[in-house]
């Protein structure tokens, strides 16, 4: 098993920035794909952002590309999203996932992915 801690979320200004941290544990946590996604009231879950165990490969949705940026530490099991630039419509729980059978895509949905953390939430205010 697999658990995902996220840590992080809160209250910012538009424009501003916040790093969302997710802490892994249970398994060698450099296997896997770890992804971050996202969930406003009343909508579906977003895939967000997504990174290998390399750190070499990385992909995002076309909303945040350009002012979000996931990145990892496997020698801390963990995985960040650095969100700048950030919007009111960025404002949603914020879930960290991971997965051990596909790739880093945008592509992906929730459905790919094996783990999942409890949550966190950012709001954006205007």
């Known amino acids: 098993q697999v658990q995902l801690v996220e840590s992080g979320g809160g209250l910012v200004q538009a424009g501003g920035s916040l790093r969302l941290s997710c802490a892994a544990s249970?398994?060698?946590?450099?296997?896997?794909?770890m992804g971050w996604f996202r969930q406003a009231p009343g909508k579906e879950r977003r895939f967000v952002a997504a990174?290998?165990?390399?750190?070499?490969?990385?992909d995002y949705a076309d909303s945040v590309k350009g002012r979000f940026t996931i990145s990892r530490d496997n020698a801390k099991n963990t995985v960040y999203l650095q969100m700048n630039g950030l919007k009111p419509e960025d404002t949603a729980v914020y879930y960290c996932?991971?997965?051990?059978?596909?790739?880093?895509?945008?592509?992906?949905?929730?459905?790919?992915?094996?783990?999942w953390g409890q949550g966190t939430q950012v709001t954006v205010s205007s």
């Open positions: 996932a991971a997965t051990v059978s596909r790739p880093v895509s945008r592509h992906t949905m929730v459905g790919d992915y094996d783990y």
């Open positions: 990174i290998n165990w390399s750190g070499g490969s990385t």
């Open positions: 249970g398994r060698t946590f450099s296997y896997l794909v």
